[in-house]
């Protein structure tokens, strides 16, 4: 039995990450998990809530759109933003810290739905996902202002 593998295989068959072709493969398979696991871009690591609709210099404009019952995957906007809410529903959301490189959650709270067309500015956020607790989606437009100055950065 081989444990690595979990399945029973003969010494003849195993294959060894030494020959190029393994090593390849492997590397292959590990890159884009390692790419993934340090861009939490919205539009990267969370790309089926997160579309452009239009980016510059120094806006970029996003569609929200989270599905009835679903959490997105964690990632982060960089930039401050406001919010334009076209269809808000009731979501719980979740904070993470990096621990060892990974999304650790550190908290969560229930947010009640907003108003429909309610806007509102806000700061960069750090790593957290959205679960929709509606029976719609929830839609929103996420004006980033890429012009804004981060303190403490030139």
Request: aromatic share 8%; net charge neutral.
């Amino acid at each position: 039995m081989n444990a690595w593998i979990g399945i029973a295989a003969p010494v003849r068959n195993t294959v060894h990450l030494k020959t190029p072709f393994c090593l390849a493969i492997a590397l292959a398979i590990a890159a884009p998990v390692a790419a993934q696991a340090t861009n939490y871009d919205a539009v990267v690591a969370a790309p089926d809530s997160h579309r452009i609709l239009m980016e510059d210099d120094h806006v970029r404009v996003l569609r929200v759109e989270v599905k009835p019952g679903a959490t997105e995957p964690v990632h982060d906007h960089r930039w401050p933003s406001i919010m334009y809410f076209e269809q808000p529903q009731p979501i719980t959301y979740i904070e993470y810290k990096l621990v060892d490189g990974r999304p650790v959650e550190t908290q969560r709270f229930d947010v009640p739905a907003f108003k429909q067309s309610q806007t509102m500015r806000g700061e960069p956020e750090g790593l957290h996902a959205v679960s929709n607790r509606g029976t719609a989606p929830f839609i929103a437009v996420r004006v980033e202002l890429k012009d804004t100055a981060v303190p403490g950065k030139p």
